[in-house]
């Protein structure tokens, strides 16, 4: 039978509800009884003891919030009772052990990617078409539609059909195209992707974004790029050469490269883009899939739209995941800076020396200060849904997302736009912003980005894949078209947070293996948001 309560953490004075609870039922809990002095949803947390105002709240071992009333044993601690507060941090104190997990299940599997010469190997065949300024953002869209249109075959009922149906009052099956063209390139995608920056604002956000795109173009998953650039804008092609040649100075990955002011006419540009790029597609579709080393995979570790019970199903479920490969010899890349918040002293002494330590903490305090700035702060970063849920503190929350990155030494900590060299734990500074932050794994060299939620999240990434991985069982029979692995049977007791890591693994190396597809890919959930940190001019 499942249980009703659970402590996340020894220390920890409040108590998750894993079951709606009924007001004042008497509730056998280590030893002693807890009655709710209301009803309680599942998700959210009840006090273990009476608080006065000002006295700590702790979760997951760490302080999440202070008492902002008088709180009463059993009663829901609410954003009204209680306020975020985390404790303050100058500095690496100390170092964390670590004991490896056993790996001897996968230490010599294998999977089948695409092999690069500088020695990445990707997931993915895609050859990406993007602008360098969004004037050029409608050119991508028309390429967009002419490349798909005659290179990829319609697998599904298109929702044109289904209107069309409507319109001339037959069904769909009457309306649908029952001879789909041939797939005349069966071993790589086309994809294409458009961007608000590149031009406009400050120079410093062009810089960025150059070095976000070398990052997608020196991604593995990638085989070569079509770019399409303007002319006048700020960020000019010799800016996005500069950060690939420094991101990657070996690389021998096909890049063409148009500017429209220099080529003349749309046409005449149209003409050279289609033909040059058919056959750099074609070619790079004779590159096939070889196995390799796990060690080879490159891991995102997210969440969004998250729940009470993220940090306690999926997001430790990940870290496991995150401690595996670790020990593989992989790479594993935690992001969202504001999710961290509250939990930097632990982080910074796992740091494997203190100039990554040092460097974590100026970007942490650098972009709270950015923040506050703006006139906000990092208690905001939960959202109407985080805190309906269960989350009522960014500090609360913080404290279950960076389960994520399990327990394994930090090797290495990286600026948005940098790229990851060093195999192990790495952190990344990204916005919380679920799509900004899938952006910026993927640019920083994630091959597969695993994203936890509880309440859904439908996006994708358009070259890496995006697993989706539930907290909750609900969520995946409400929703079962967006989510890929389920880890809501640790709170129904079906299984251990290990088991459905070690799931998740298995389901990695199907899905790098090109064996299995993402919900987020099988929906054409192809999301590109890069990060603009300063203001328009």
């Known amino acids: 039978m499942q249980n009703k309560l659970i402590k996340v953490n020894p220390a920890d004075n409040v108590i998750v509800a894993l079951q709606d609870l009924v007001q004042n039922e008497q509730i056998t809990f280590e030893g002693t009884t807890v009655s709710p002095t209301t009803d309680v949803k599942a998700k959210h947390k009840i006090a273990e003891k009476d608080f006065e105002i000002g006295d700590a709240i702790i979760m997951y071992g760490v302080l999440v919030g202070k008492a902002a009333k008088r709180v009463k044993k059993g009663e829901v601690v609410t954003t009204e009772n209680v306020k975020h507060q ?219 739209g998250s729940d009470g019970f993220s940090g306690i199903s999926a997001n430790p479920a990940l870290g496991i995941v995150s401690d595996i490969f670790a020990a593989l010899g992989g790479k594993t890349i935690l992001a969202e800076f504001p999710e961290l918040c509250g939990v930097e002293q632990e982080l910074m002494n796992r740091c494997v020396d203190e100039e990554k330590a040092d460097k974590f903490l100026t970007l942490m305090k650098a972009f709270e200060k950015s923040v506050v700035d703006a006139g906000s702060g990092f208690d905001m970063n939960p959202s109407p849904g985080n805190i309906k849920d269960g989350l009522i503190t960014d500090a609360m929350k913080s404290a279950g997302a960076s389960k994520k990155g399990g327990t394994s030494p930090i090797v290495d900590v990286l600026d948005y736009g940098e790229y990851i060299s060093k195999p192990g734990l790495n952190l990344l500074n990204t916005p919380g912003n679920d799509a900004e932050c899938t952006t910026g794994l993927v640019g920083a060299g994630a091959t597969v980005v695993l994203f936890t939620t509880g309440l859904g999240n439908p996006m994708g990434n358009p070259i890496a894949p995006v697993v989706k991985i539930s907290s909750n069982t609900a969520l995946i029979n409400r929703m079962s078209d967006i989510i890929d692995v389920n880890a809501g049977t640790v709170i129904t007791g079906e299984k251990t947070i290990t088991e459905v890591g070690a799931e998740i693994v298995d389901y990695i190396i199907e899905l790098a293996s090109g064996n299995v597809e993402t919900k987020a890919d099988q929906l054409k959930q192809d999301v590109f948001i890069p990060w603009k940190r300063g203001v328009s001019l």
């Open 86 to 304: 985390s404790e303050k941090v100058y500095g690496k104190n100390g170092n964390l052990g670590w004991t490896p997990p056993n790996i001897d299940r996968w230490k010599d599997k294998t999977f089948n990617g695409y092999h690069r010469t500088d020695g990445q190997v990707g997931t993915k065949n895609v050859w990406l078409f993007f602008p360098l300024v969004f004037c050029e953002n409608k050119n991508i869209e028309k390429l967009k539609d002419i490349f798909e249109n005659e290179l990829l075959p319609k697998k599904e009922v298109s929702y044109k059909n289904l209107l069309r149906s409507l319109i001339e009052e037959k069904s769909v099956e009457e309306v649908t195209d029952n001879s789909p063209k041939e797939n005349l390139l069966d071993n790589i995608e086309v994809k294409f992707i458009n961007h608000q920056g590149g031009c406009g604002g400050i120079r410093q956000d062009s810089e960025l974004l150059a070095k976000l795109l070398a990052g997608y173009v020196n991604n593995p998953n990638v085989a070569g790029a079509t770019v399409l650039s303007l002319g006048c804008q700020n960020l000019q092609i010799d800016i996005f050469q500069k950060a690939l040649k420094e991101m990657s100075p070996n690389s021998d990955k096909e890049i063409l490269i148009y500017e429209q002011q220099q080529i003349g006419t749309t046409d005449q540009m149209f003409q050279m883009v289609i033909k040059d790029s058919y056959e750099a597609i074609k070619r790079a579709n004779k590159i096939e899939r070889k196995p390799a080393p796990l060690s080879k995979l490159s891991i995102g570790l997210e969440c969004g």
